[in-house]
């Protein structure tokens, strides 16, 4: 019988760390899963001031990300870092997931920044069998619950895979956006919601020579709206090569692909979940709990009324509540 963590969370962003901090603090064992080499998740890509936390005044999204670390790191929570989940079975224990090594710097929880990582011995017994093997590499492991925690991606241009690129085309909001150079550039920003119009306007503070905003249909707010003059505006459908960088056939230096988010648990889909339409885990708020017995679905992933640092952190302490309550029972 392989080694069983109380629950195994895919996702360390807000959700899966609070979720695994708080489970943790109940004196649980919970396993933390998280694709990157850093946990704390999107707000790693939010350098400005984060000020939708009411308690967290002049901290930047980044900030929060690191603290965010610090608190599991100070919680003693089992982390693995670099490791995607690509799959998951149920057993008759609870799950099974498969996950991916990436190449990466990783540290343990408790362990020193910047330290390489080695060809690590197993912690996990038969389930972590494959532990320290080359990148690419999976390995199996045990969870009596399943916390599903993985947030949402940038959606890509249509017809691309979600992480397909092209020199020029940055897909998503944030600090990719930030630390681009502007001065004298044509820049083409794709997309009719807030983050098109909010991204509009600060390529064009930002020195761009030209901003040509594409929406095939306006979203965003009015006052955002109203701030676009129209010259700089096109409404209605259009074409774009990322490849020659055109958008209509007229070239540009950059194209900021800004289509809003999509959520991504395409590991789970063996559990077939219930979902909503554009593939929103279903969950039942009072207790995070999704369509199937043992799995929990939190934060962004679950798509709450107005996702953010603070609901997703919530979620995860529901989630935790929850699977205490299963394992009293
Ligand atoms: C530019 C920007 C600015 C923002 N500003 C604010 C703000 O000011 N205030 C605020 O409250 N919110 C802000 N947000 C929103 C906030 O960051 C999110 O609502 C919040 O991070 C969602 O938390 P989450 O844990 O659900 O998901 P995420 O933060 O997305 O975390 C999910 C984690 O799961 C990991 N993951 C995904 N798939 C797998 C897998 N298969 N295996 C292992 N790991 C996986 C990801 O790497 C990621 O670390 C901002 C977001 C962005 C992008």
Same mark, same amino acid.
């Given at each position: 019988?392989?080694?069983?963590?109380?629950? %195994?969370?895919? !996702?360390?962003?807000?959700?899966?760390?609070?979720? *695994?901090?708080?489970? $943790?603090?109940?004196?649980?064992?919970?396993?933390?899963?998280?694709?990157?080499?850093?946990?704390?998740?999107?707000?790693?890509?939010?350098?400005?001031?984060?000020?939708?936390?009411?308690?967290?005044?002049?901290?930047?999204?980044?900030?929060?990300?690191?603290?965010? $670390?610090?608190?599991?790191?100070? =919680?003693?929570?089992?982390?693995?870092?670099? /490791?995607?989940?690509?799959?998951? =079975?149920?057993? +008759?224990?609870?799950?099974?997931?498969?996950?991916?090594?990436?190449?990466? %710097?990783?540290?343990?929880?408790? !362990?020193?920044?910047?330290? /390489?990582?080695? +060809?690590?011995?197993?912690?996990?017994?038969?389930?972590?069998?494959?532990?320290?093997?080359?990148?690419?590499?999976?390995?199996?492991? #045990?969870?009596?619950?399943?916390?599903?925690?993985?947030?949402?991606?940038?959606?890509?241009?249509?017809?691309?895979?979600?992480? +397909?690129?092209?020199?020029?085309? &940055?897909?998503?909001?944030?600090?990719?956006?930030?630390?681009?150079?502007?001065?004298?550039?044509?820049?083409?920003?794709?997309?009719?919601?807030?983050?098109?119009?909010?991204?509009?306007?600060?390529?064009?503070?930002?020195? *761009?020579?030209?901003?040509? &905003?594409?929406?095939?249909?306006?979203? *965003?707010?009015?006052?955002?709206?109203?701030?676009?003059?129209?010259?700089?505006?096109?409404?209605?459908?259009?074409?774009?090569?990322? $490849?020659?960088?055109?958008?209509?056939?007229?070239? #540009?230096?950059?194209? &900021?692909?800004?289509?809003?988010?999509?959520?991504?648990? +395409?590991?789970?889909?063996?559990?077939?979940?219930? /979902?909503?339409?554009?593939?929103? %885990?279903?969950?039942?708020?009072?207790?995070?709990?999704?369509?199937?017995?043992?799995?929990?679905?939190?934060?962004?992933?679950?798509?709450?009324?107005?996702?953010?640092?603070?609901?997703?952190?919530?979620?995860?302490?529901?989630?935790?509540?929850?699977?205490?309550?299963?394992?009293?029972?």
């Amino acid at each position: 019988m392989p080694h069983y963590s109380d629950a %195994i969370i895919v !996702g360390g962003g807000p959700a899966g760390a609070s979720c *695994a901090i708080w489970l $943790a603090r109940l004196g649980l064992a919970p396993l933390l899963v998280e694709a990157d080499e850093r946990l704390g998740g999107l707000p790693n890509d939010n350098p400005f001031a984060d000020d939708w936390i009411a308690t967290l005044p002049g901290v930047t999204g980044q900030q929060v990300g690191a603290n965010i $670390a610090r608190s599991v790191e100070a =919680a003693g929570v089992e982390v693995r870092r670099g /490791r995607r989940a690509v799959a998951v =079975a149920r057993t +008759d224990a609870g799950f099974a997931v498969t996950v991916q090594k990436h190449a990466h %710097i990783d540290t343990s929880a408790g !362990g020193a920044d910047g330290q /390489r990582e080695q +060809d690590e011995p197993s912690e996990q017994g038969e389930s972590g069998k494959q532990a320290g093997a080359a990148p690419g590499a999976t390995e199996t492991l #045990y969870g009596r619950h399943l916390v599903i925690a993985s947030g949402v991606r940038a959606r890509n241009l249509a017809g691309a895979a979600p992480g +397909d690129r092209w020199p020029g085309v &940055l897909v998503g909001p944030g600090s990719g956006i930030v630390e681009q150079d502007f001065t004298g550039l044509s820049v083409a920003v794709l997309g009719g919601g807030d983050n098109g119009f909010e991204n509009y306007a600060y390529v064009k503070g930002r020195g *761009a020579r030209t901003v040509h &905003l594409y929406a095939r249909g306006v979203r *965003a707010r009015p006052q955002l709206v109203d701030a676009v003059p129209a010259a700089d505006l096109r409404v209605g459908s259009y074409r774009v090569d990322p $490849a020659a960088r055109q958008v209509d056939g007229h070239p #540009y230096d950059l194209l &900021l692909v800004l289509y809003g988010w999509e959520p991504q648990a +395409d590991f789970a889909a063996a559990l077939e979940l219930r /979902r909503d339409e554009r593939g929103y %885990i279903h969950t039942d708020f009072a207790t995070a709990r999704a369509s199937a017995a043992g799995v929990y679905a939190i934060g962004e992933v679950a798509n709450r009324m107005h996702p953010c640092v603070v609901t997703s952190m919530a979620d995860g302490v529901v989630a935790a509540k929850a699977i205490q309550a299963a394992l009293e029972r």
